[in-house]
């Protein structure tokens, strides 16, 4: 039972990592063009929004941790926006 439950964690977890890649690869390219229009990389009202967006539909008991993974993610596309 616990390894059918891991198998299938694995599974998710292969997908996340593989659709952070696909995000941090669009991270790259709206940061060339923040570079080249001279926009700053933080847009926090942007990331409020899309907090709002993905913690709509979760569990209240998720909401949190919802939060604070995309704050993470946040976090890690403007260090490497910072960092290009």
């Known amino acids: 039972m616990l390894n059918e439950i891991r198998n299938e964690i694995d599974i998710i977890d292969d997908q996340i990592a593989d659709l952070f890649n696909r995000r ?3 991270v790259t ?3 060339e063009y ?3 229009n001279n926009i700053p990389t933080l847009d926090k009202t942007r990331e409020c929004d899309i ?3 993905v913690t709509a539909a979760n569990p209240d008991e998720f909401t949190e941790y919802t939060e604070k993974l995309f704050n993470t993610i946040f976090e890690l596309s403007r260090g490497y926006q910072n960092n290009r």
């Open 51 to 53: 907090i709002k967006r």
């Open 29 to 31: 390219k709206a940061a």
């Open 34 to 36: 923040k570079q080249k």
């Open 24 to 26: 941090m690869a669009l």
